[in-house]
């Protein structure tokens, strides 16, 4: 079935540091790729989503790049601050129902001060 | 906040007993999920629902079942068949499609020994 591998499964940086996230999906007909931030004890919230037509996306210190040729996308997050602690989960959507999405395995991100 | 909720917050049960995981929404969404967190794993579907009285099996559907009488209620109950029910249970909400939000609730940690 699909499926998405997430790298890495840790990531530690230093405060106002870059961080970078990679993931690579299987199905090669998917089309929209969100990103989800769970904080310790907190419900996933989605970030950010790029759709397959474009091949970044920005917003603000967040940004997504996707290439489909070799079907993966990245979250890339700017001067790291203490607050972007968390797990960040990628996921695509699949092509054969109307919303269902698959997700990665997720990033333990460690911004120290 | 409001919008998704899921109650209880931490839920205990006895190895053989069936346990119903109650989720509402007040966001006039079509479709629900439920999914299943566990450490290292990221979020597997379990069921999902699109519309009323329709739901489909997830990746992970075995020793689960769901109901879809209302809009805006999606319950789950873990069987006595799940061997290892012990996990996470996050439900999610969104309007049905590809390239759509989902919303998700607090959660509810199962415990069963």
């Known amino acids: 079935g699909e499926n998405v591998e997430q790298h890495p499964s840790t990531l530690s940086v230093q405060e106002g540091d870059s961080a970078v996230i990679k993931c690579t999906y299987s199905d090669s007909a998917s089309n929209y790729f969100p990103w989800y931030k769970q904080e310790l004890g907190k419900r996933p919230q989605l970030i950010i989503d790029?759709?397959?037509?474009?091949g970044e996306k920005k917003d603000q210190r967040i940004a997504v790049t996707l290439n489909k040729t070799a079907k993966h996308f990245s979250l890339h997050i700017t001067e790291t601050q203490p607050e972007d602690s968390a797990v960040y989960f990628c996921a695509f959507g699949t092509t054969d129902s109307w919303g269902k999405l698959q997700f990665g395995a997720g990033t333990q991100v460690v911004v120290t001060p | 906040d409001g919008g998704i909720t899921q109650s209880p917050k931490y839920l205990f049960r006895k190895e053989g007993q069936n346990v119903t995981l109650s989720c509402e929404q007040n966001l006039n969404h079509d479709a629900m999920y439920w999914y299943r967190q566990d450490p290292g794993q990221g979020l597997r579907l379990i069921y999902y629902s699109q519309i009323v009285n329709d739901f489909q099996k997830g990746d992970i559907a075995e020793g689960y079942s769901v109901s879809r009488e209302k809009k805006e209620s999606f319950p789950l109950t873990v069987t006595s068949a799940q061997k290892n029910p012990t996990a996470f249970y996050l439900c999610?909400?969104?309007?049905?499609?590809?390239?759509?939000?989902?919303?998700f609730g607090p959660g509810t940690r199962l415990t069963v020994t």
């Open positions: 999610a909400s969104s309007i049905p499609g590809q390239g759509r939000e989902q919303y």
């Open positions: 790029i759709r397959s037509n474009v």
